[in-house]
T-cell receptor, first 113, second 112 residues
Framework: DGGITQSPKYLFRKEGQNVTLSCEQN?????MYWYRQDPGQGLRLIYY???????QKGDIAEGYSVSREKKESFPLTVTSAQKNPTAFYLC????????????FGDGTRLSIL | SQQGEEDPQALSIQEGENATMNCSYK?????LQWYRQNSGRGLVHLIL?????REKHSGRLRVTLDTSKKSSSLLITASRAADTASYFC????????????FGQGTTLQVKP
């Protein structure tokens, strides 16, 4: 079955530590996205990538970094510069950038130790 | 600023009743999408309605779009306990960037 896999499901970060969230898709989609969701809130866009080896900042990119070396993979690193990283992180993909429906993974919940 | 704003924030109904959620937005759009999110899970796409469409149906779901009022509504008919979830509208911008802007969602509880 095609889909998006996010791992791990739960992640804990120590002070001053960088952590990386994995996102893999086998849908052959060109575009991939990372969102942050805080309790009771909607989704805010962190980074997005419309094609391999290219990505753009979203609305809340500070303290985060991404790479897109392969079509299937779009990992997100939460750096120590992100002072309030506790949130639910969602990865999504779509066929292309032409405003098509997005397919979501089941998220990673990040907490501070 | 939020492009999509849902109303109400929370809704509680009995099984079998209809549920209506509204979404308002600020700028021109190519399309508007509705998504569902079960607690602790990712979002699932429900319906996409284009700016030149006024109404769309999918099973028990009916979506309307009024571009003059910059608003959309999602109607779930004959609701079931399994419809309990949060529902989000998402809008693009006319520039075809692929970026979606999500509202804060409506939390629906359907009581058996």
């Amino acid at each position: 079955d095609g889909g998006i896999t996010q791992s791990p499901k739960y992640l804990f970060r120590k002070e001053g530590q960088n952590v990386t969230l994995s996102c893999e898709q086998n849908l052959n989609h060109d575009a991939m996205y990372w969102y942050r969701q805080d309790p009771g809130q909607g989704l805010r866009l962190i980074y997005y990538s419309q094609i391999v080896n290219d990505f753009q900042k979203g609305d809340i990119a500070e303290g985060y970094s991404v790479s897109r070396e392969k079509k299937e993979s779009f990992p997100l690193t939460v750096t120590s510069a992100q002072k309030n990283p506790t949130a639910f992180y969602l990865c999504a993909s779509s066929i292309n950038r032409d405003n098509q429906p997005q397919h979501f993974g089941d998220g990673t919940r990040l907490s501070i130790l | 600023s939020q492009q999509g704003e849902e109303d109400p924030q929370a809704l509680s109904i009995q099984e079998g009743e209809n549920a209506t959620m509204n979404c308002s937005y600020k700028t021109s759009i190519n399309n508007l999408q509705w998504y569902r999110q079960n607690s602790g899970r990712g979002l699932v796409h429900l319906i996409l309605i284009r700016s030149n469409e006024r109404e769309k149906h999918s099973g028990r779901l009916r979506v309307t779009l009024d571009t003059s009022k910059k608003s959309s509504s999602l109607l779930i008919t004959a609701s079931r306990a399994a419809d309990t979830a949060s529902y989000f509208c998402a809008t693009d911008k006319s520039s075809n960037t692929g970026k979606l802007i999500f509202g804060q969602g409506t939390t629906l509880q359907v009581k058996p």
